[in-house]
């Protein structure tokens, strides 16, 4: 790597790498090309084959109702959805529309998983037809709601309860306590369910004019297999919660889905994954206002990492005096300090107290991401579209997630990203083997002004960029500067509603993102008070012997506070080998006496 050059004053800028020739590709990109370009290709061809089948089917659709409607506004997809040209679109009406869009649901669904290329491919339809996503996604969410209440309603037949209560359902379904109930109803109806199925939805989509025998000659399989439709909702979403999650506890402290909404089952899954705590309950707020279009998880990891690193950062950063550190490197901009290496003294005293449990806490978010991986390939999800969130280290959990997804050659499960101020690098071929992993969008979301974050990876590859910083140059990935929102690391936590609804604006819930700014006013009120007293203080006369005083300070409280609950988790680990001990005592004895 060629050293940094020094330019005129002393600063040193970026080393400039040797650019790879344009339209090369190395060995190991070449292979995951071809390797994504298969999976595409076998699944499109399935896609095909199907809608073919239903095309030449004999007697051809039911229609119960042609009602046409308003032709409805064209709405402003993603570029990832670009509508594509086609003769359709002049003759159908919205009504029209909107029954080939469902009509080609039911048949993706009738492969037997809704894959996430299937999902892209879907709303490149609806653009392309001028269906507004709204109706995409009541349509998604009522066919969910119609499978599901069709399978719990064969509860009550007599036949279910008789094969339950002989046991003669799957082991496969037995994933939690809670959710056998669920997975036994769907898994032991058998073809008794495809007739209500084929008219329940029916019955709902009776003003689009699908009917109900259409129903169930695209749904397939699916309409009659109660085994099917719990594996396409994951048991009723038992995998996410139960048995087969908690193995990887084993492996990561602490690792959960927590469901953010009590609704039935969705026909996607979002994931969200926080980077930092200062409290427990801070795993799932950041999430509230991703609403009910999909089934919403927060993952839980790692939590004493997690609390010691956001206390930490908090106790220094919310110090009177951090308001003049802010300045100076302001005065320079994030970029230029960290690779001049010169940050504030009082900064760099910080790092005996941040450094570590940032350290800490980053290398698990690379272990975390590969359990991750392996939950949503062994299907924790079910045979639904995952939708990835995170931010700080939780978009690193994303990143190495992506990262083993596409080395062991894992397409069509994950649908969208959202990275936001990541700490990871910004160039590299590993951003190209995370868009072959991904069927929709990839969202980096960076501020140039994240101090924060520039001073906690400046120990890492800084010659490869940092994802939460910059832009992203590669074909496929949007990227979302946010720096008119985001100085410091830890307002991603109080912002992540704000950006969502820019990025995903119907999947998220309009009343919780007007509180989130609500209280972002509050925020931005208080930084404006801080710089007011940092002036008046300095037009006063009080210097750098004040500001390093309250630093040292904060950083001895938040010292203590880490000493503290590190003292308060060797207290508690003795306290369960205590009670692990007592209970192996009472078996002991238990065995004895029955001796």
């Known amino acids: 790597m060629p050293a940094p050059t020094v330019a005129a004053g002393g ?12 339209g090369t590709i190395t060995p190991k990109l070449r292979n995951l ?38 032709q409805g506004q064209i709405l402003k ?13 002049a003759p159908l009406s919205l009504q029209s529309a909107k029954l ?42 009522e066919t969910a709601k119609t499978l599901i209440a069709v399978s719990k309603q ?81 048991a009723y979403g038992g995998k996410m919660t139960g048995e087969m999650v908690e193995r990887y506890a084993a492996e990561v402290e602490d690792f959960a889905f927590l469901p953010l909404h009590k609704s039935d089952s969705r026909l996607r899954v979002t994931i969200g994954i926080i ?9 799932t707020l950041p999430w509230k206002a991703l609403n009910e279009n999909a089934e919403v998880y927060a993952l839980r990891w790692e939590m004493d990492a997690l609390l010691d690193l956001g206390s930490s950062l908090q106790e220094v950063l919310k110090s009177y005096a951090w308001s003049y550190v802010k300045l100076e490197i302001i005065k320079r901009t994030v970029l230029a300090s960290l690779w001049a290496a010169i940050w504030p003294v009082a900064l760099l005293r910080a790092a005996r107290v941040i450094d ?33 969130i995170g931010f700080s280290l939780g978009a690193r959990v994303i990143y190495y997630c992506l990262r083993s997804l596409a080395e062991r050659g894992a397409y069509g499960l994950v649908e969208n990203v959202v990275l936001m101020g990541a700490p990871v690098p910004s160039s590299g071929d590993t951003w190209t083997a995370v868009r072959t992993v991904v069927a929709g969008r990839v969202v980096n979301v960076y501020s140039e002004k994240d101090y924060i974050l520039g001073f906690l990876y400046r120990t890492s590859s800084v010659q490869f ?59 931005e009120l208080g930084d404006e008070q801080d710089e007011r007293e940092r002036k008046e203080r300095e037009e006063k006369g009080g210097g750098s012997r004040d500001v390093e005083g309250e630093i040292d300070s904060a950083l001895e409280k938040a010292e203590r506070e880490l000493e503290e609950r590190k003292l308060r988790r060797e207290k508690e680990v003795r306290r369960k080998r205590r009670e692990v001990k007592r209970e192996e005592e009472r078996r002991r004895r238990g065995q004895f006496d029955r001796l």
């Open 11 to 22: 600063e040193k800028k970026p080393p400039t790498k040797r650019p790879r020739a344009e």
């Open 33 to 70: 090309r071809r390797k994504a370009l298969a999976s595409h290709d076998e699944w499109a061809v399935n896609v095909l084959h199907r809608i073919g089948d239903a095309l030449n089917a004999p007697g051809g659709t039911e229609f119960t109702n042609t009602r046409s409607g308003p």
């Open 77 to 89: 997809w993603p570029e990832i959805y670009k509508p594509v040209p086609t003769p359709l679109t």
């Open 100 to 141: 080939v869009t469902q009509a080609v649901l039911l048949l993706l669904l009738s492969l037997e998983k809704y894959d996430a290329r299937s999902r892209t491919f879907l709303l490149i339809l609806a653009s392309s037809l001028r269906v507004p996503a709204d109706v995409v996604i009541t349509l998604e969410s």
């Open 154 to 234: 064969m509860s009550a037949d007599a036949e279910s309860k008789k094969r339950v209560d002989e046991g003669r359902f799957s082991k496969r379904w037995k994933v939690g306590l809670a959710s056998v109930a669920g997975a036994a109803v769907i898994g032991v109806t058998g073809g008794l369910a495809a007739p209500l199925v084929a008219a329940g939805i029916g019955g709902l989509l009776s003003g689009v004019g699908l009917g109900a025998t259409a129903v169930a000659g695209y749904l397939g399989a699916v309409a009659g297999s109660g085994a099917i439709m719990g594996a396409l909702f994951g």
């Open 275 to 283: 980077g930092w705590l200062t409290t427990p309950d801070e795993v």
């Open 356 to 388: 570590n449990p940032f350290s800490i806490a980053k290398h698990r978010s690379e272990k975390a991401g590969r359990v991750l991986a392996d939950a949503i390939i062994n299907k924790a999800q079910g045979e639904r579209p995952v939708t990835l």
């Open 465 to 523: 960029g940092i994802a939460g910083l910059q832009p992203v140059k590669v074909p496929g990935i949007e990227n979302v500067n946010v720096g008119n929102r985001v100085e410091g690391h830890l307002r991603y936590r109080h912002v992540a509603g704000v950006i969502l609804k820019e990025i995903f604006g119907h999947d998220v819930d309009i009343d919780e993102v007007g509180r989130e700014e609500e209280i972002l006013k509050v925020l």
